[in-house]
């Protein structure tokens, strides 16, 4: 028996079509991003059903990993390679230091906002897919009357900043955040979404 989590506000069409991909293919967990539904699932089996829930950030990752993708540097990536950014990015560390040009790669980060204006940002990825998963994963940890949407936020960052940034996440944002002229920094539009709510009545 499949089991969708509740919050997930998923119809019965939509699960009948997740089941019937699914059932033959599951491992535990399994990955599931279909057209069918906005958000990337996993499927997991507990006791004597399987379980479907949201999908983190890091299950998008590996999922999306590849392995071999090109990698025509050889720069040391903690997995997939960034894709280039196609220009340069200049930083500075200090106001009198030296200023630094090196290639821009892309990298995502996902965003819960509150209604309260507050909210909470996520690691960096370089899938767009792994960062939306983390957002809407994260949203379903909280109280769903407290979230007013979900955002992806483009980044372009230094290559030599960006496998830092992947692994150490928050520190090393806040870290080179400070820098005089910041190796990283938002680029082209945000992307803002909402998650699936409750069917109400009119």
């Known amino acids: 028996m499949m089991r969708f989590e509740p919050r997930l506000h998923i119809d019965s069409e939509t699960a009948g079509q997740i089941e019937s991909t699914i059932m033959p293919l599951l491992e535990s967990p399994t990955v599931i991003v279909t ?3 906005p958000f990337p699932l996993a499927a997991e089996i507990a006791g004597d059903g399987v379980r479907v829930r949201a999908a983190t950030g890091d299950e998008l990752t590996t999922f999306l990993t590849i392995g071999e993708a090109p990698n025509p540097d050889d720069f040391e990536w903690p997995g997939d390679p960034a894709l280039p950014a196609g220009r340069e990015i200049a ?3 200090t106001q009198n230091g030296e200023v630094y040009g090196d290639p821009a790669y892309l990298l995502w980060s996902g965003e819960v906002i509150l ?3 507050s909210g909470t940002s996520g690691p960096f990825y370089v899938h ?10 994260t949203a379903l ?11 992806i936020v483009p980044y372009a960052c230094a290559r030599r900043f960006a496998p830092a940034l992947i692994t150490a996440a928050d520190g090393e944002f806040k870290r080179i955040h400070q820098f005089w002229v ?3 920094r938002s680029r082209g ?6 998650p ?6 009119p």
């Not at 940890?141 to 955002?151: G, K, T, Y």
């Open 189 to 194: 539009p945000v992307e803002r979404f909402t």
């Open 91 to 93: 930083w500075q560390e």
């Open 128 to 137: 767009d897919q792994a960062a939306r998963a983390w957002a809407f994963s």
């Open 115 to 117: 209604n309260s204006g």
């Open 35 to 37: 057209d069918a539904y």
């Open 182 to 184: 910041s190796p990283v």
């Open 141 to 151: 940890s909280m109280p769903e009357r407290d979230i007013s949407n979900l955002q």
């Open 196 to 201: 699936p709510r409750a069917h109400q009545p």
